[in-house]
């Protein structure tokens, strides 16, 4: 192995790397995470670890190669779907009875609970989905994994207004298709937030308690962040990306996102859909 790069993305995946760097005999090895730089022969900038994530990844990339810095580059995210799987959610759109212009809107319940959770709430997702039905008459989409489709069930089952559980029906590249044709999705921090910047959702509205929304949520303008007010979020690398994950240990779980309303989330909805609804 002739180079080692440590790329977190944490305290304790750093330390681990430059110590297995170490073991290892490495000669080049580069890295600004974990315990014993000491042992890195090239280290980043410190000051770099208070930026976005991507700006830290080519800032690594930038000390590898050299000159990365001064260079142009396009950082949007995209993925390409075939025709063949841009039919299938054609068909079953027809099937659904919904036809172009499509008015879409995607609610995503689920998300991470690895270190503190990132759910919102399946009770507000509804209130959501049913405003977006009753003032917009747009048609929702309740997506998720296989693991999420009973979250996504109790979310369609508290609405009073109709909604299609795609949660564990569609594929990966099904999800992207829909995501495509959608006028707004509203989620947690989770994968999907990133797929549909990738995928050109009109409106991406995500819900940020122990993350970090200035560090980690997607940059285009598409894109709105509402994170929590309460006074320790973001909780999960609130500024400095080399800090130790510590899971929550107030009382109320989730205490953060609890936090963030109903109305709140509404009103930005509002605010946003007039620019882009006829």
Known sequence: IDIG?????????????NLLFDLLGIRETIGCFGDYPEL?????????????????????????VGGVKEKEID???????????????EKDM??????????????????????????????????????????????????????????????????VSPSFVVAGEYTFPMVASLLQKAKVCITNDTSILHLADAMGTEKVISLWGPSNSEKSGPRSHRNIF???????????????????????????????????????????IDNELTNILP
């Open 94 to 159: 027809e099937q659904k009875g919904l036809y172009e212009p499509y008015s879409i809107s995607i609610i995503h319940p689920g998300g991470s609970m690895q270190i503190n959770s990132r759910l919102w709430g399946y009770e507000k997702f509804s209130e959501i989905a049913d405003h977006l039905y009753q003032k917009y008459n747009m048609s929702i989409f309740i997506s998720g994994s296989k693991k999420e489709l009973q979250l996504a069930n109790l979310v369609s089952e508290k609405m």
């Open 75 to 89: 950082l949007s995210m995209s993925y390409g779907i075939t025709n063949d799987e841009k039919e299938l959610i």
């Open 5 to 17: 790069i440590s790329l977190g993305n944490f305290h304790e995946a750093g330390t681990f790397s």
């Open 40 to 64: 890195l022969s090239k280290n980043i900038d410190k000051n770099l670890l208070k930026k976005h994530w991507t700006d830290i990844y080519v800032g690594i990339i930038d000390v590898l």
């Open 226 to 268: 509402i994170q929590s007010d309460l006074e320790c979020s973001p909780c999960y690398f609130p500024i400095h990306a080399n800090e130790e994950l510590t899971r929550c240990d107030r009382l109320i779980k989730e205490e953060c996102l609890k936090n963030i309303s109903v109305y709140e989330v509404i009103n930005k």
